[in-house]
């Protein structure tokens, strides 16, 4: 399939619309002839183990919080940023998961743990309907270490499973998860792949999950094509950056 030369903003967030997209990805591949066979993936290893000391310092309100996630002009080239979600938006809804809470996988972190005292999210389209989807809660005491822990837990339970398209039960959408390595960030960090498959068509994505002081940030990339690791290591390391208020590249 040929690139179109624009941003892919037709395309939503991986996270936030997620079941909603492979259904939108999968008419749009039949279109170009694509047809995938997903590469089995290595299975999740242990459990990060995050700090067991409490963060210090004041947590960020959400006003804050959003402006200490990344600009489209830290990111690779050919991604654009898109409207954040309307307060209240229910896109997706009417699909299903089995097991049903994994629902949940690549949902938002102040989603799979809630009591967050703030939140605040960013999606940006690339080419090729790629998304990057950066997504950060803050939570007062010990709340991002437990915060942290649980996304972990959350992928261990949901190694492998399916769902459906509420535009077509019919159609049968199946998800794995797997590892991925990526080099230490933050306070603590970890990452994970998934690719979802439908119909003979892939998604793929690649996310890091990042804690930093009172922060649990998470960011994903996806597309019709392996997302780059490298890539995803140096958007961690530069968002890991701008929560501590550190310049610099």
Do not use: W
Request: proline share 8%; with cysteine; charged share 15%.
């Amino acid at each position: 399939m040929r690139g179109t030369g624009t941003t892919a903003s037709v395309i939503p967030g991986a996270r936030t619309t997620f079941v909603a997209l492979t259904g939108v990805l999968a008419l749009t591949l039949a279109a170009c002839g694509k047809d995938d066979t997903a590469p089995a993936l290595p299975p999740l290893g242990p459990a990060v183990a995050p700090p067991t000391v409490r963060a210090e310092g004041p947590v960020p309100d959400s006003p804050a919080l959003r402006a200490a996630i990344l600009d489209a002009q830290a990111l690779p080239d050919g991604y654009a940023a898109l409207p954040d979600p309307a307060a209240g938006s229910t896109a997706g809804s009417g699909s299903s998961t089995d097991p049903a809470q994994c629902a949940k996988v690549l949902a938002p972190v102040a989603q799979q743990a809630p009591d967050a005292a703030a939140r605040a999210t960013a999606t940006f389209g690339g080419l090729d309907f790629a998304s990057i989807d950066i997504d950060a809660a803050a939570y007062a005491g010990d709340g991002a270490a437990r915060a942290f822990t649980a996304v972990q837990t959350l992928l261990r339970d949901c190694g492998s499973y399916s769902g459906t398209d509420a535009a077509d039960p019919s159609a049968t959408i199946e998800f794995r998860v797997g590892s991925l390595e990526q080099p230490a960030a933050g306070d603590a960090a970890t990452a994970y792949r998934v690719v979802t498959t439908s119909q003979g068509f892939t998604l793929y994505s690649a996310v890091s999950l990042a804690l930093v002081g009172s922060t649990v940030v998470q960011i994903a990339m996806s597309g019709a094509k392996e997302p780059d690791a490298q890539q995803l290591s140096a958007l961690t390391v530069a968002q890991v950056r701008k929560l501590r208020g550190e310049s610099g590249p």
